[in-house]
């Protein structure tokens, strides 16, 4: 049985917004004048998220009564959108900021990595920032001269080590920053989302290095990032915050699930119950459009292996027309992925249906929306449906190690085949 | 199995401390003090062609300056001893003073970027800055030194330096405490309001004239001598030059009175920096 590392009860942080300035110098005074002349009770512990007295915006509650322990080994996500309250978490449990209320108990010794190059300083050296760095980041003389050729092997910068790092390429600083962090040895390390900087291999190499940390050393990581790919594969447990409340706590894969799910801003359907309602012009007028994921196999989520099926119906106001359909497909950014025909169909006036499958295992990860066009005898357009449906499909790699975003429009999987042919004789 | 329950090693709250940091905790960051010190002597002459004797190079145009207006213009007396000396001894005392003032009490400013990513003891900073012109004032007095040596072997300088020459880390010392005290309450006001910054600087300025730099305090007339007395570094740049040159005027009482009040203001000011330290960063 592990033993508690860290013990967070009930962790509030209200912050005052706008202007710092001579303005607040009197708001001060008044509430210390309040506060221990008076002895009343501070006026602005009352207030809920987003109210004050003014009625304006100038106080917010980062963060709401989070409570939650962490044990001695584990490795902990921290997710949710921006602005959520990850980073005040972090830097609370860091001792950078006090919470407003509640108390953080815990044993061993910290490590905040909130940002790369903590303490660096342009002016000077590699070497010289190494120590420096270290220092800051709670390193003795001994431990950084003891691992510094290792840190130096892990930036792959051996020859400009004695150069300023003012004339290093930014991925060269970026390298040798986090090569010092990555040879802490706290108890705790406290990790905010430093992996978004660097190339895809150094990402790889510091996820691998600090997996390797938290399992071989039993130390304990507090990790926050939006990669969900890094975050299941580095931690067993995963905290969901939402605008400064704790949504969720579990294992990681469940509320990573659970937050994807809760982001995925979509428009699976649409519909009108009276034609006078519906959009369209004298020629067409929609009934409804749908967009059906088969999601039995993914958690109820979108995910790049989910199937997808639209359907739609609309009401003909002609008579004796070819109508033929196409589904365009965009990604978000108003990229074309795929302009889709259905066959021309001769049609009277009266309710037409149509319904197109996507098959699983195609889109790649990332936001699409939908348009239909309505054209008859080839190309009149009758009626274009603008942006009827949006979706978002999450990434999903099985047990593929690969951190960054999967490069294509498309990912389908083909049937790739590689075997051996021969095996060399030694 | 059973759990050992040990008990928590450190506890996080809305309370702030007046304690700070524990000794213990100073300690495990020494390392950084160090490193922090001669980062701030590096930077300094990063890419100068004279490096180092940059630390020479101001005071020794002042003192030229001094002679020139002071002494040949104005010609404010500097007692028996010679303009060179005793203009020297006030300049690196004063700007050792106002220096290390003028440094600490913008740690938060400086430094709002680091203390908003890395924690560590907030005192490290401006103790960092204290080190740095306490060692940019140890080679600048050795240079004073050599200017005494100079003229005592030269210009027929009776041998100032005797048993009294004992005071002198007093005075340093006392003067370091007390421009990190002062240091230490203005960097808590300029962090939330930047007016004091300016405030500072013009403050600076005018202090010195209210403190014995450009003349003894033997040459203040007496009906104006108490503002000068008031002031606290008065005592201390008179034992200064006493034990030093051999000449000043001070009594045990005048130094007492600058140590209890470097004593008591230092205090103050290191409980209020403690206090306010973990909160200023919001507002930093």
């Known amino acids: 049985m592990t033993a508690k590392t860290i013990q967070v009860e009930n962790i509030s942080k209200l912050y005052r917004l706008g202007t710092i300035g001579t303005g607040s110098f009197r708001q001060d005074l008044q509430q210390w004048w309040n506060h221990y002349i008076l002895r009343k009770k501070d006026p602005f512990f009352q207030l809920d998220r987003c109210t004050s007295i003014n009625g304006g915006q100038d106080q917010i509650w980062a963060l709401r009564d989070i409570s939650f322990d962490v044990m001695q080994g584990e490795s902990l996500g921290i997710i949710g959108s921006n602005g959520s309250g990850k980073s005040t978490l972090l830097k609370i449990i860091s001792r950078i900021v006090k919470p407003t209320s509640g108390t953080i108990k815990g044993r061993g010794t910290v490590s905040s990595l909130l940002e790369v190059g903590t303490g660096f300083n342009k002016e000077l050296t590699g070497r010289e920032n190494i120590y420096i760095s270290g220092y800051i980041l709670g390193m003795s003389k001994p431990e950084v001269t003891a691992k510094f050729d290792e840190i130096v092997a892990f930036s792959g910068i051996e020859e400009f080590i004695e150069t300023p790092v003012k004339r290093y390429s930014s991925g060269m600083y970026v390298r040798l920053a986090f090569a010092v962090a990555a040879h802490l040895e706290p108890d705790i390390l406290i990790v905010d989302e430093v992996l978004a900087v660097g190339d895809a291999d150094f990402q790889k190499k510091c996820l691998g290095k600090m997996k390797e940390v938290s399992q071989s050393e039993g130390r304990t990581i507090l990790f926050v990032s939006h990669n969900m790919q890094a975050i299941n594969t580095l931690c067993d447990r995963a905290i969901w915050l939402d605008k400064g409340v704790m949504k969720e706590i579990g294992p990681s894969s469940v509320v990573i699930n659970k937050y994807i799910a809760s982001m995925q801003k979509f428009q699976l359907k649409q519909q009108w119950p009276t034609i006078s309602e519906a959009p369209g012009n004298d020629h067409i007028r929609f009934e409804y459009v749908e967009l059906v994921p088969h999601t039995e196999y993914s958690d109820g989520i979108i995910d790049v292996r989910t199937p997808l099926t639209v359907k739609f119906r609309f009401w003909n106001l002609s008579d004796d027309v070819n109508i033929r359909v196409s589904l365009v497909l965009f990604s978000y950014s108003g990229d074309c992925i795929f302009d889709l025909l259905s066959p021309a169909t001769h049609c009277q006036k009266g309710i037409v249906e149509g319904e197109c499958n996507i098959t699983g295992n195609f889109l790649n990860d990332g936001s699409y929306y939908i348009s239909l066009h309505i054209a008859r005898d080839v190309s009149i357009q009758l009626y274009y449906f603008e942006e009827c449906l949006s979706f978002d499909v999450e990434d999903y790699r099985g047990g593929i190690n690969y951190f960054d975003k999967w490069w294509g429009v498309v990912r389908p999987n083909f049937p790739f085949l590689l075997k051996q042919k021969e095996v060399a004789i030694q | ?284």
């Open chain 2, 1 to 284: 199995m059973t759990e050992t329950k040990t008990a928590w090693e450190w506890e996080i709250s809305s309370k702030t401390s007046y304690w700070g940091a524990s000794l213990k905790e100073m300690w495990t960051f020494r390392h950084l003090l160090i490193g922090l010190v001669k980062r701030n002597f590096l930077l300094k002459y990063q890419q100068t062609v004279l490096g180092p004797f940059w630390i020479l190079f101001p005071p020794l145009l002042t003192l030229l300056t001094y002679i020139l207006v002071f002494n040949k213009f104005i010609g404010i007396p500097t007692g028996t001893l010679p303009p060179a000396l005793f203009y020297f001894a006030g300049i690196i005392l004063w700007s050792f003073f106002s220096d290390s003032f003028s440094g600490t009490a913008s740690t938060f400013k400086d430094n709002a970027h680091l203390f908003s990513k890395v924690y560590f003891p907030r005192i490290i900073m401006p103790l960092s800055v204290i080190s740095t012109q306490l060692y940019n004032f140890g080679i600048q007095l050795f240079l004073l030194l050599l200017l005494v040596a100079y003229f005592w072997l030269f210009e027929d300088l009776a041998l100032p330096v005797g048993i009294g020459i004992l005071w002198l880390p007093v005075a340093v010392i006392t003067t370091a405490v007390l421009a990190m005290a002062m240091g230490l309450f203005f960097s808590v006001l300029t962090a939330k309001y930047r007016d004091f910054s300016y405030v500072i600087g013009l403050g600076i300025r005018l202090f010195m004239y209210i403190t014995p730099v450009i003349y003894p305090l033997s040459a203040v007339p007496e009906k104006v001598r108490w503002v000068v007395t008031l002031n606290p570094l008065s005592p201390l740049f008179e034992v200064f030059r006493l034990s030093l040159l051999g000449e000043g005027t001070v009594s045990l009482w005048q130094l007492g009175y600058s140590l209890v009040f470097a004593a008591l203001l230092f205090t103050a000011s290191l409980l209020l920096f403690n206090k306010q330290g973990d909160k200023l960063i919001d507002v930093v």
